[in-house]
C-alpha cells in the first residue's frame, strides 16, 4: 500500500499542510524542519501525487463550492465562474454550487458531490472556519485535485493558492473612513454577520477594533451585534439602538446581508447624520450612496476573484505549472458619492 502524506505528518509531527509545503519547496517552514520532512518522506517511499503526468488536452472540469447564496457580492461571483470560461474561451468546464447557509456540513456534502460523483480535476472553494473543511483540502491535495481558496482562506492547509482580499486591512479600511467620516469623535455600532464560520467576517471585525483602538481614540464602539444574515432582525437592531443611544452616529456592516441597516436609517430620518461604511461594491450598496445612507462602500476586485481561480487550476493541471505566490490579494476600491458612477475594475 502507498504511502500517504498523512503518514508521513504523523511520523514527524506536524501537520499535512506542514508536509506539502515542505515537499514541496513553498515558504512558511523553518529550512530544519522540511530537511527533516523530506528526509523521512524518501525513508519511507512515499511519492506525492503531483508527479502525475497532467492531464491530457481535454475540456478541465473545475467544481466550485462558495457559500451565503443570499449575499449580493456571492451572486455576483457565483455568475463570474459560470459564464467567465465561455466568454474568453477557456477550455474549462465550471461545475458551480453555492450553498444557503454556512453549515460546514452541507459545504463538504458539496465537495463529496463535486469529487466523487461528478469527478472534477480541481476545485474552487470559499471555505468555512472549520477544522474539517481544512482536512477535506488537505486529502483532496494528497489524491492530486487541487484546490485554490477564494475570498477566504485556511493558511494552514495545502491548497494551491488563495485569491481574495485581506480582509484585515479591508477592515482597517473601513475604519479610517468611518474616523474620517466622523472627524475622530463619536458613537459606533458594528453589525456582523455572527460569531462563527465566516473567516472574512471575524477578520473585517478584527481589523476595524484594531485600527480603531490605535488612531481613533475619541470614537467608542458599542458592542458587535450579531445578526445571523436576518435582514429583519438587523433592521430592528438597528431602530432600537439608534432609540437607546443618541449620541450613536456611526454603522458599521461587516454583514453581507445589510439591507436591514439601510431600512432602518432612513426609517428613523438620519440618512446623512449617521454615517455607514459597507464592504463590497454591489449594486445595493451603490445605490444607498447615490441615496446619502452610505458613506463609503469597500470593494475587493470581484472579477478578479472569479477568473484567476480557474486559470491557475488550469495552468496546473494542463502544465504542473504552479502559481509564484500561494497568496495573491486583491486590491482595496473605495466608492463614495463623488465616483460611484466611475466603472471600478471588476463588477464589485
Do not use: W
Amino acid at each position: 500500500m502507498a504511502v500517504t502524506i498523512q503518514q508521513v505528518a504523523e511520523a514527524c509531527g506536524v501537520s499535512r499542510g506542514t508536509v506539502d509545503r515542505a515537499l514541496h519547496n513553498k515558504k512558511g517552514v523553518r529550512p530544519e524542519v522540511a530537511a527533516q520532512i523530506q528526509e523521512a518522506a524518501r525513508q519511507m517511499g512515499y511519492i506525492s501525487p503531483r508527479v502525475r503526468p497532467a492531464i491530457d488536452d481535454r475540456t478541465v472540469r473545475i467544481g466550485v463550492v462558495l457559500h451565503s447564496a443570499a449575499s449580493p457580492f456571492m451572486q455576483i461571483l457565483a455568475d463570474i465562474f459560470r459564464t467567465h470560461p465561455t466568454e474568453v474561451m477557456l477550455p474549462v468546464e465550471t461545475i458551480v454550487r453555492v450553498q444557503e447557509n454556512r453549515e460546514p456540513k452541507l459545504q463538504l456534502a458539496l465537495i463529496d458531490e463535486l469529487v466523487e460523483s461528478l469527478h472534477v480535476d480541481g476545485l474552487v472553494l470559499a471555505p468555512l472556519a472549520s477544522e474539517r473543511i481544512r482536512e477535506r483540502i488537505d486529502s483532496l491535495t494528497e489524491r492530486g485535485i487541487p484546490v485554490v481558496t477564494v475570498n477566504t482562506d485556511i493558511e494552514d492547509s495545502s491548497r494551491l493558492a488563495y485569491v481574495g482580499p485581506d480582509s484585515i486591512a479591508s477592515g482597517r479600511a473601513a475604519a479610517a473612513l468611518m474616523g474620517l467620516a466622523l472627524g475622530g469623535q463619536g458613537m459606533v455600532l458594528p453589525i456582523t454577520d455572527q460569531q462563527f464560520g465566516h473567516y472574512a467576517d471575524s477578520q473585517r471585525l478584527s481589523g476595524f477594533t484594531a485600527e480603531m483602538a490605535e488612531n481613533f481614540p475619541g470614537i467608542h464602539l458599542l458592542p458587535p451585534v450579531s445578526c445571523y444574515l436576518d435582514s429583519e432582525l438587523i433592521e430592528r437592531t438597528v431602530l432600537r439602538e439608534l432609540e437607546n443611544n443618541p449620541m450613536l452616529n456611526g454603522i458599521y456592516p461587516s454583514t453581507a446581508v445589510r439591507t436591514g441597516a439601510f431600512r432602518a436609517v432612513q426609517r428613523a430620518g438620519v440618512a446623512g447624520k449617521v454615517h455607514v461604511v459597507v464592504h463590497d461594491l454591489t449594486p445595493d450598496n451603490l445605490d444607498m450612496i447615490r441615496a446619502g445612507v452610505v458613506d463609503f462602500a469597500i470593494g475587493q476586485e470581484v472579477q478578479v476573484q472569479g477568473t484567476l481561480p480557474l486559470r491557475l487550476l488550469y495552468q496546473y493541471l494542463t502544465r504542473r505549472q504552479a502559481p509564484e505566490k500561494r497568496i495573491l490579494t486583491t486590491n482595496i476600491e473605495i466608492k463614495f458619492r463623488y465616483n460611484t458612477e466611475i466603472i471600478p475594475s471588476g463588477p464589485d
